[in-house]
């Protein structure tokens, strides 16, 4: 069974920093494109951005709203996927996805960011 | 504003057939397969569709996918109390060369 936990949320001020993980299992991961994907309270999804895989180049793309702030990382040894946010805005407050594949197959649970002072 | 144009609310009555449109451009649903989620309040989204018109495993075929040109659509057939959730379209955009979202379909079971 294909499993995504998202763990690393939290309470942070503006222009503080966070780092989000997501452990991924039941797949051979390393096979995987991976996104992030975040939606603020009360409203709609919003792509984040994405790592491929190795056969890639482990290459990203980036919304613009997060570009040069945030990073996306993958530990393939580790079956891990890694957000690092930087010059967090209280527009960056939302619950992170993390997701598989191009398709978004497979979602986990979700992590609640808050940036708020 | 979405980048993919939807509906914010649609609705049925049991047993009804309703329709949800995602409209897009050359750049993104013209030139990529489209995929659809369902989103029940409070739980993670769901993949319901994907290239167009593919059910995963476990989708029941009351849900059904098609694309034309720059636009597609999502239809539940049957329409039952279960499916009331947020219906959101998306595609990859290679002008913005990201992944965009619909805004969204609330779609209520009267």
């Known amino acids: 069974e294909v499993q995504l936990v998202e763990s690393g949320g939290g309470l942070v001020q503006p222009g503080g920093s966070l780092r989000l993980s997501c452990a991924a299992s039941?797949?051979?991961?390393?096979?995987?494109?991976m996104d992030w994907v975040r939606q603020a309270p009360g409203k709609g999804l919003d792509w984040v951005g994405r790592?491929?895989?190795?056969?890639?180049?482990?290459?990203?793309d980036y919304a613009a709203s997060v570009k040069g702030r945030f990073t996306i990382s993958r530990d393939d040894s580790k079956n891990s996927l890694y957000l690092q946010m930087n010059s967090l805005e209280t527009e960056d407050t939302a619950v992170y996805y993390c997701?598989?594949?191009?398709?978004?197959?497979?979602w986990g649970q979700g992590t609640l960011v808050t940036v708020s002072s | 504003q979405s980048v993919l144009t939807q509906p914010p609310s649609a609705s049925g009555t049991p047993g009804q057939r309703v329709t949800i449109s995602c409209s897009g451009s050359?750049?993104?649903?013209?030139?990529?397969?489209v995929c659809w989620y369902q989103q029940v309040p409070g739980t993670a989204p769901k993949l319901l569709i994907y290239?167009?018109?593919q059910r995963p495993s476990g989708v029941p075929d009351r849900f059904s996918g098609s694309k034309s040109g720059t636009s597609a659509s999502l239809a539940v057939s049957g329409l039952r109390s279960e499916d009331e959730a947020d219906y959101y379209c998306?595609?990859?955009?290679?002008?913005?060369?990201?992944?965009?979202f619909g805004g969204g379909t609330k779609l209520t079971v009267l």
């Open positions: 790592i491929r895989n190795k056969a890639k180049s482990y290459t990203t």
């Open positions: 050359s750049s993104n649903i013209g030139s990529y397969d």
């Open positions: 997701t598989r594949d191009r398709t978004a197959d497979n």
């Open positions: 998306a595609a990859w955009d290679d002008s913005l060369s990201g992944r965009v």
């Open positions: 039941g797949f051979t991961f390393s096979d995987y494109y």
């Open positions: 290239k167009n018109n």
